[in-house]
């Protein structure tokens, strides 16, 4: 093998190990992110169900995309709360994983729970069965937003 040889090689293995190497920072920034999972299921017969999973990375890249008057509403008929939500915010990311809020009746169960990094919202009545799993992390950011909103109008 010619010395030319040996440096395209050098070269062509340095560029893969690039690739390799930003692959991999992509795949566990992504892994790290979580999912962004909504599920709802109808329960009446034929009924509709839809279920969506996205990379909450993706989700977060997407949220940068969405034009501010689309917060303005929801910014203006949550204010008095948002400090509130900001605060549970920061105070959630510390505690404990756990149950935050259980109700049971005949005709509907509701739960709420904090497991790791994420929230878990599931909803059974006789209509349909929701379940939503959102990282906390992407709450955060809607709230950013929120704020970001609130601060320019």
């Known amino acids: 093998m010619t010395r030319k040889e040996r440096r395209l090689f050098i070269v ?24 962004l999972i909504v599920e709802v299921d109808s329960s009446e017969r034929g009924g509709d169900s839809c279920h969506v999973r996205v990379p909450a990375a993706l989700a977060h890249v997407a949220l940068r995309f969405v034009p501010d008057h689309v917060f303005a509403e929801p910014a203006r008929e949550a204010a008095e709360w948002l400090p509130v939500v900001r605060a549970a915010c920061l105070e959630l990311g510390k505690s404990p994983d756990g149950v935050l809020l259980e109700v049971r009746s005949p005709d509907e169960q509701i739960s709420v729970v904090k497991n790791g990094r994420r929230l878990r919202v599931d909803v059974n009545n006789a ?27």
């Open 12 to 35: 062509i293995g340095a560029i893969i190990a690039v690739y390799l190497a930003t692959a991999a920072v992509v795949g566990i920034s992504v892994y790290r992110a979580g999912m």
């Open 127 to 153: 209509e349909e069965r929701v379940h939503v799993v959102m990282p906390l992390a992407l709450v955060g950011q809607v709230l950013a937003r929120i704020d970001k909103v609130t601060a320019s109008s």
